[in-house]
C-alpha cells in the first residue's frame, strides 16, 4: 500500500501563484493530479510518467500548470501559475501501478487526502 501526502495548498489572489507537493511512501508508475471544486465532479488535470518524460494536461490549466517529479524523494509537484477564481478547489494527488497516463479517477489506485486551493478574484 502506498501512501501520498498532500502540501502546499493555500489562498492566494488571481494572477498569483502556488505549488503543490505530493510525496509517496514507495514508487508508482504514474501520478497525477486531479480536483474537486464544491457541486462538481472529480476532475483531471494533469499526469506524469515516472521516468517524467511524458506529461499530460487538461484543456483548462495547459499554458499555466506544471507537473514535475523527483523520483529520488518519491515527489511529484503542481506548479500552478496565473490562478483563476475557477481553479478554486480541494486538489489531489493519485498514483497507479499501470504505466498509462489516464484521465479517469477509477483508474488510479492510491489518492492522497486532499489540499485546498482557493484563488480569490
Known amino acids: 500500500q502506498v501512501q501520498l501526502v498532500e502540501c502546499g495548498g493555500g489562498l492566494v489572489q488571481a494572477g498569483g501563484s502556488l505549488r503543490l507537493s505530493c510525496a509517496a511512501s514507495?514508487?508508482?508508475?504514474?501520478s497525477a493530479w486531479f480536483r474537486q471544486a464544491p457541486g462538481k465532479e472529480r476532475e483531471f488535470v494533469g499526469g506524469i510518467a515516472w521516468s517524467g518524460s511524458s506529461t499530460a494536461y487538461a484543456d483548462s490549466v495547459k499554458g499555466r500548470f506544471t507537473i514535475s517529479r523527483d523520483n529520488a524523494k518519491n515527489t511529484v509537484y503542481l506548479q500552478m501559475n496565473s490562478l483563476e477564481p475557477e481553479d478554486t478547489a480541494v486538489y489531489y494527488c493519485?498514483?497507479?501501478?499501470?504505466?498509462?497516463?489516464?484521465?479517469?479517477?477509477?483508474?488510479?489506485?492510491?489518492w492522497g487526502q486532499g489540499t485546498q486551493v482557493s484563488v480569490s478574484s
Open positions: 514507495g514508487r508508482t508508475a504514474t
Open positions: 493519485a498514483a497507479r501501478i499501470q504505466r498509462a497516463i489516464v484521465t479517469g479517477a477509477g483508474d488510479y489506485d492510491y
